[in-house]
């Protein structure tokens, strides 16, 4: 798959793991192979966005095996939070940031595990 910027995508699924390459644009065109193990809930990757008031909100996380997790919600470029995702629960409150304090907006979270 062609993406973006000249990047080159290849990926294949199966036996709970992906394994594939991705080619960096320009002279270069550095090669690079991967391997992504599945693994039990709550791991994995999660996506989640909404639209309010015009503007469309994008959240990712990743979930380690231990629990640990990184993630965050931006709108266009600018970082609107770092909430910790519960992964049973798929509505995640976010700051609204014309009103600080207020966790008002919500963003539906759509599951992308690996496995």
């Known amino acids: 798959m062609r993406c973006r910027g000249g990047y080159v995508l ?3 699924f199966g036996q ?12 270069s065109g550095a090669l690079h192979h991967f391997t992504a193990a599945s693994d039990a809930r709550p791991a994995g990757l999660r996506r989640g966005s909404t639209t309010v008031d015009g503007k469309t909100l994008v959240g990712g996380w990743i979930i380690l095996p ?6 965050e919600i931006l709108s266009g470029s600018t970082d ?11 509505k995640v409150p976010v700051s609204d940031p ?3 304090g ?3 907006v919500v963003i539906a979270i759509i599951a992308i ?3």
Do not use: E, W, Y
């Open 66 to 71: 231990d629990g640990r997790q990184r993630g």
């Open 16 to 27: 709970r793991r992906a394994t594939g390459s991705l080619r960096f644009p320009g002279k």
């Open 80 to 90: 609107v939070g770092s909430p910790i995702l519960n992964a049973d629960d798929p």
């Open 98 to 100: 014309k009103t600080p």
């Open 10 to 12: 290849q990926v294949t």
């Open 113 to 115: 595990l690996i496995g």
């Open 102 to 104: 207020c966790h008002c």
